[in-house]
Structures are given as structure tokens and as C-alpha cells.
């Protein structure tokens, strides 16, 4: 049974930094897309990065660039978000998300939560001013 389960959310002041982390367990993704989504309270679920396989790239959210980095461990067969500077508009509850098909795509593709099909139960991030 494939499961991710997302951990490092919690409660951070402005300007401040969290680090997520997603482990897999089930099945290796290293050779698959994965990506993190979020969902703030009356929004929708919004793309915020994605990674694809080693040597591939990787993709970020308007909202995100140049703050948040994602990485992956593939021996650990994690996925990270490294989150900096954040903002109050960063709360939500962040989702990770994993491809179970590895062949390149479209850019457009990762962006789409519909072109994930694991999915994790969700950390809270919560941003204080």
C-alpha cells in the first residue's frame, strides 16, 4: 500500500522558514514526478512546486518563486519543500503529491493536481504576522 505522509508544518512568525518533508512508502518514486500543493480555508488547492526525475527539472508556483525550493532524497525516497520568507498568505495545509507514471510530460502537466494519483493527508502551515 502506497502511502506519503507529510511532516515539518506548524506555526511560524513572518519572514520566518519551515522545512516539509514527504516520505514514501509502498513503492519507489524515483523515478516520478512528485509535487506539493496547498489549500488555504475557502480556496482552492493550489500547485505550489513539482520535481520530476533526477537530471530533470523543476517547477514552481508564481506565488512561490524564488522563496520556496523543493529537493528530494532518493535513497530516502523523500520529497522536500523548503519554505523561506514566508508570508501570512503562505497558510494553508500543504499536500504532497506523487505520479504514478514516471515518462516526461508536458510542462503544464505537473502543475495539474489531476496528473497526481498518491496523495498525502496534509500538514498545517500556519503563518503569524
Known amino acids: 500500500q502506497v502511502q506519503l505522509v507529510e511532516s515539518g508544518g506548524g506555526l511560524v512568525q513572518a519572514g520566518g522558514s519551515l522545512r516539509l518533508s514527504c516520505a514514501a512508502s509502498g513503492r519507489t518514486f524515483s523515478s516520478n514526478p512528485m509535487g506539493w500543493f496547498r489549500q488555504a480555508p475557502g480556496k482552492e488547492r493550489e500547485f505550489v512546486a513539482a520535481?520530476?526525475?533526477?537530471?530533470?527539472?523543476?517547477y514552481y508556483g508564481d506565488s512561490v518563486k524564488g522563496r520556496f525550493t523543493i529537493s528530494r532524497d532518493y535513497a530516502k525516497n523523500t520529497v522536500y519543500l523548503q519554505m523561506n520568507s514566508l508570508k501570512r498568505d503562505d497558510t494553508a495545509v500543504y499536500y504532497c503529491?506523487?505520479?504514478?507514471?514516471?515518462?516526461?510530460?508536458?510542462?503544464?502537466?505537473?502543475?495539474?493536481?489531476?496528473?497526481?494519483?498518491?496523495w498525502g493527508q496534509g500538514t498545517q502551515v500556519t503563518v503569524s504576522s
Open positions: 520535481i520530476i526525475r533526477s537530471g530533470g527539472g523543476t
Open positions: 503529491a506523487a505520479d504514478s507514471a514516471s515518462q516526461k510530460r508536458r510542462d503544464s502537466y505537473y502543475f495539474s493536481q489531476r496528473s497526481y494519483d498518491y
